[in-house]
């Protein structure tokens, strides 16, 4: 059972910003929530990770609603090589279970 | 440089030919897992390895076997390949630290395309 669910598909024109939703409304209270990026068929790559604080890297910023049940992730200034496959999981700190990736959320950015 | 190694990259064989993927990586992580990605269905976890000896079953462990006899390797074994098991295949591992600080993060292989005749 996926533990979360996401668009599809997006698209973003070039220079704004994308915002990409994730739900995960059965989250646990000790389930980080991380946001892997795709491009073509490479290994996922991280982008950034949060528990219950908006969290800020180089990359993007993630923001998760104060119930925890949903978060977006932000891309401030979209690039074309930002043109990706973007995958929310959750995911507890010590890492030993099971992790499900779902079918991710495609990211068209037009020029 | 960190990093996880598939072998081989690109595998065309035929069906009931045994056949080993090897993953290894050089960070000293404790978690290790094999996925497969075929369209529309996303990165399905197959196995998943908390430390050496010890493995357990993802989402689709049906056809693989896999072993952890060293913390640094995790083989993906097809004893006899089928050609509903083409597809992509990614290996990644991640640190479980002692203290939850969330940051597991899983470091991915490149990928290993195998298409079975």
């Known amino acids: 059972d996926a533990k979360t669910t996401q668009p599809t598909s997006m698209d973003c024109a070039e220079g704004r910003a994308a915002n990409l939703p994730c739900n995960h409304s059965?989250?646990?209270?000790?389930?980080?929530v991380y946001w892997y990026r795709q491009i073509h068929s490479q290994g996922p790559q991280y982008i950034i990770h949060?528990?219950?604080n908006n969290e800020t890297n180089e990359m993007a910023s993630l923001i998760i609603t104060e119930d925890r049940k949903s978060s977006t992730l932000i891309l401030p200034h979209a690039t074309l090589r930002d043109t990706a496959v973007y995958y929310c999981?959750?995911?507890?700190?010590?890492?030993?279970?099971?992790?499900?990736f779902g079918t991710g959320t495609k990211l068209q950015v037009i020029p | 440089e960190a990093q996880v190694t598939q072998n081989p990259r690109y595998l065309i064989t035929v069906t009931g030919k045994k056949l080993t993927v090897t993953c290894s990586q050089n960070?000293?992580?404790?978690?290790m897992s094999w996925y497969r990605q075929d369209p529309g269905l996303g990165l399905r976890q197959i196995y998943y390895?908390?430390?050496?000896?010890?493995?357990d079953k993802g989402d689709v462990p049906e056809g693989y076997k896999v072993s952890r006899k060293e913390k640094r390797n995790f083989p993906l074994i097809l004893e006899s390949p089928s050609p509903n098991q083409t597809s992509l295949y990614f290996c990644?591992?991640?640190?479980?630290?002692?203290?939850?600080?969330?940051?597991?993060?899983?470091?991915f292989g490149a990928g290993s395309r195998l298409t079975v005749l």
């Open positions: 390895s908390m430390n050496v000896e010890v493995t």
């Open positions: 949060g528990l219950k």
């Open positions: 999981i959750v995911r507890v700190a010590r890492g030993y279970q099971k992790v499900t």
């Open positions: 059965t989250i646990s209270g000790n389930e980080y």
């Open positions: 990644a591992s991640s640190l479980a630290p002692v203290r939850p600080s969330g940051a597991n993060v899983l470091t």
């Open positions: 960070m000293n992580h404790e978690y």
